[in-house]
């Protein structure tokens, strides 16, 4: 069901003449067929399959978000320390901030530093309006701006295969054993 849900969000975002990434031999229910700019920690423009190649943890978030947002990376990091360091070595970690105004590259490399992250496995970015809203609405992530200027938001994390396609979402931060199974199938050497 889920499956058949992304196909049909996907047909629905490109509807209104949004083109295809670059990559044309991606499977149909593939999130990276969205084609929407990210700007990573270090200034660079990237696309959504900025981790083509690699199983994937993606989830959204705003930098100066006071408690869920830490508890969010935090939980990413502990699913991953559950991996044995090859498959965490496969596995690379995409946060797509959707508070661009705020979240400036300098900004999003305090915060990978901050909370020590791999730089060559963990992309900080953030995406303007419209591409965060089609990223949130393909993930089933929900967000909306607050008069003090803060968020309330969801804590969504899904992972992807290799190929940008869903594998599991989950929103317990701590021990869901169903999501860490299919993460460590997906991470594990010679796994689709």
């Given amino acids: 069901m889920r499956r058949l849900f992304l196909q049909v969000a996907i047909a ?8 295809l990434c670059a990559a044309t031999d991606l499977p149909t229910d593939s999130l990276y067929q969205l084609h929407v700019q990210l ?37 990413m990091q502990v699913y991953e320390s559950h991996l044995d360091s090859s498959s965490r070595a496969r ?9 661009a105004a705020r979240d400036k590259p300098k900004q999003l490399e305090n915060l990978a530093r901050l909370h020590r992250t791999d730089p060559a496995r963990w992309t900080f970015a953030s995406a ?17 701006p607050l008069p003090d200027g803060s968020f ?3 804590l969504l994390i899904t992972l992807l295969d290799r190929e940008g396609r869903v594998l599991a979402t989950t929103t317990t931060l701590v021990d ?15 796994a689709p």
Avoid: N, W
């Fill in 91 to 99: 596995l690379h970690v995409l946060l797509v901030s959707f508070d």
């Fill in 128 to 144: 303007a309006e419209a591409d965060a809203r089609k990223i949130a609405a393909l993930l089933g992530f929900r967000y909306r």
């Fill in 152 to 154: 309330d938001h969801s």
């Fill in 39 to 75: 700007v990573t920690q270090t200034g660079a423009a990237a696309g959504l399959d900025i981790d083509r190649g690699h199983p994937t943890l993606i989830s959204m978030f705003y930098g100066s978000c006071p408690a869920a947002c830490p508890m969010l990376i935090t939980s």
């Fill in 12 to 19: 629905l975002v490109f509807s209104v003449g949004e083109p």
């Fill in 176 to 190: 869901d054993s169903q999501f860490l199974a299919k993460l460590r199938a997906a991470t594990a050497p010679g």
